[in-house]
């Protein structure tokens, strides 16, 4: 029985009920216990083992709050305290904060990574420290963790790992040097500026240019720019424009003293231009802005046009020199007959060439050794004597009357072993204004003698306007006493006719022949004498394959009934004596050719 009093005492103190003046009392929860915060169930109370006791106390926990709380207990019996009691109830949190969902992160790699944190629920504490124990280098791809731990203030600690995956889905950024769109002139260089390449992961990328450009060819043409990084990222492709444009003219060079043959109308006129060139690589346009007269024989300005594809253009003005190659040049055919022909022929041509580059001279000539010289011939090559000078010089006035200007006077010079013959026209004539103006007056007339004449009209049709026209326009030119020929600069070729309309026999030879070789009749200008002795010129011309002379100048002042037109040697012979091989100088002529022995009359 002791031991069993023994054993119940034990258990009621292990229990926490004790026993008081012999009432018993036992707690519920013992003397000290550990209460969760936040418990609903408190456990406070307790019983008393003795009959009439009641257990009385007041609840002074907070479960709320962490804390040590000490609850009184009284046993009252009959209404009196027999005896107090105090319990020791300890509030704890023991529970680790609960972090919010969340979830793992896609982070571009090289962006800057903003930690968005995790929240993390209490249950007791309203603020907590939370902290990582890792940071995230975004320079890198792949898979990164990130550790929180939330630590509330009972030290409950709670960890959690984010996954941060690190991407490179970002295609390089090309930024282009310069601008995007270029113009440039045909010709020019085109220098690719190239780029550069910024990339969010790869520290260099290399930039992919594409494209051609011919900067000689008008046209757009288009530089393509690319990358891509190594992640197989490709950038936004771009673009630069190239313009080549041509607004530059093209440029050319003519090619001085050039000839053309009578009655030539298309003209290609590739053939007197050199030098050609154009910034671009188009086609090149030649055109004549001018309508020239092609059947007036001497200088006649052209200006020619030299245009490209995109309608750039250049001008120019220059003098051509209208020829009539299909007319029998006498005097040049009649030199290469003669014995020593090569001399006579190397001066005849040496004349030509200077007299066609003086009809494109446009300066006025100076004044030495009394005289106007236009050119010099070496003529170092051959010996010539006076008589031999001065024939060639007869045939090349023979042949050519259109060199109105042209003297018989040379000036003969000779430094060390250089034999020089210089040229020489008058005084009016040395002042280009002064040739311009009578080529003006030239020109004119000629295309008033065309206008009159067709390709259909017979030989002696076209043979009766010239002469016509040479008498209704033309008279003889007098002194002041009007009897006395007049002899000037003028009278005695072309441009008495053409532009002061009073000659002698020498201008209306001159200009019979001139005009019948515009017209393409074969004649020959006849320099003689009359039986008197005096020098007098007068003219043949081929109608039918039939030689026939004619006399203006004799003609001139009588009414135009063709009374020395086209007559034969009986009728011309006796008055009239023609200059022959034999003679030197000034009497030197070719041979004549046999005269009809039947007039022709229109």
């Not at 996954?163 to 390089?172: A, I, Q, S, W, Y």
């Not at 260089?189 to 992919?208: R, T």
């Not at 093209?250 to 003209?267: C, K, L, S, Y």
């Not at 209208?322 to 003669?338: C, H, N, P, Q, W």
Request: hydrophobic share 35%.
């Amino acid at each position: 029985m002791k031991n069993i009093f023994i054993l119940i005492i034990l258990v009621l103190f292990l229990t926490g009920c004790i026993k008081v003046e012999d009432e018993d009392i036992i707690l519920d929860s013992g003397l000290e216990y550990h209460l969760e915060v936040h418990s609903v169930d408190k456990g406070l109370g307790g019983i008393c083992l003795v009959d009439g006791c009641t257990l009385e106390y007041k609840d002074e926990v907070d479960s709320t709050t962490v804390g040590v709380y000490v609850v009184t207990y009284d046993a009252v019996v009959k209404e009196e305290v027999k005896h107090t009691i105090e319990q020791r109830v300890i509030v704890l949190d023991t529970t680790p904060s609960v972090p919010e969902e969340y979830e793992s992160i896609t982070v571009e790699a090289g962006a800057e990574f903003i930690d968005p944190g995790i929240m993390f629920y209490d249950n007791y504490d309203a603020e907590r420290v939370v902290y990582t124990l890792d940071s995230v280098e975004t320079k890198f791809v792949g898979e990164q963790i990130i550790t929180y731990i939330a630590e509330d203030s009972s030290g409950n600690k709670t960890v959690v790992e984010r996954v941060v995956n690190l991407v490179d889905t970002t295609g390089p950024i090309i930024y282009l040097n310069g601008v995007e769109d270029i113009t440039l002139e045909a010709g020019e260089d085109y220098k690719e500026l190239a780029g550069v390449v910024s990339d969010n992961y790869d520290d260099e990328v290399s930039l992919e240019i594409t494209g051609e450009v011919d900067n000689d060819t008008v046209g757009t043409y288009y530089i393509y720019y690319d990358a891509i990084d190594s992640n197989g990222n490709e950038a936004l492709k771009l673009t630069r424009t190239i313009h080549i444009v041509d607004t530059t003219p093209p440029t050319f060079d003519v090619i001085e003293n050039q000839r053309i043959q009578v009655g030539t109308e298309d003209i290609d006129w590739t053939s007197y231009i050199e030098n050609s060139s154009d910034n671009s690589d188009s086609e090149l346009t030649f055109m004549e802005l001018d309508t020239i007269n092609y059947y007036g024989l001497g200088v006649q300005p052209v200006t020619v046009r030299v245009e490209d594809a995109e309608g750039n253009y250049m001008d120019q003005t220059f003098d051509v020199y209208v020829a009539s190659d299909a007319v029998y040049d006498y005097g040049i055919e009649f030199l290469k007959t003669r014995e020593n022909a090569e001399k006579y022929v190397d001066l005849y041509y040496d004349i030509v060439q200077l007299s066609d580059a003086f009809f494109m001279n446009a300066d006025d000539l100076e004044f030495t050794q009394n005289h106007y010289a236009f050119g010099e011939v070496d003529t170092t090559d051959f010996i010539y004597t006076t008589d031999d000078i001065i024939e060639v010089l007869v045939m090349v006035e023979q042949d050519h009357p259109e060199y109105y200007w042209l003297e018989s006077f040379y000036y003969y010079t000779q430094e060390e072993e250089v034999v020089k013959i210089s040229l020489y026209v008058d005084e009016f004539y040395a002042t280009y204004n002064n040739r311009a103006y009578t080529q003006k007056a030239i020109s004119d007339m000629s295309k008033q003698v065309l206008d009159r004449v067709s390709p259909q009209m017979s030989d002696l049709r076209k043979v009766q306007i010239v002469y016509d026209y040479i008498l209704g326009r033309t008279d003889y030119s007098y002194e002041s006493d009007g009897e006395t020929p007049k002899v000037t600069y003028y009278t005695g070729n072309i441009d008495g006719v053409a532009s002061r309309y009073d000659v002698v026999c020498e201008g209306y030879t001159r200009t019979f022949k001139y005009l019948l070789d515009l017209v393409g009749i074969d004649n020959i200008a006849v320099t003689g004498t009359v039986p008197t002795g005096e020098g007098h010129t007068w003219n043949i011309a081929k109608i039918d394959d039939e030689y026939y002379y004619f006399e203006l100048t004799w003609q001139d002042g009588y009414p135009v009934d063709y009374y020395f037109f086209g007559e034969t040697s009986s009728f011309m012979d006796s008055e009239h004596i023609p200059d022959s091989p034999e003679g030197s100088t000034w009497d030197f002529l070719y041979p004549l050719p046999d005269i009809s022995n039947t007039p022709i009359k229109p």
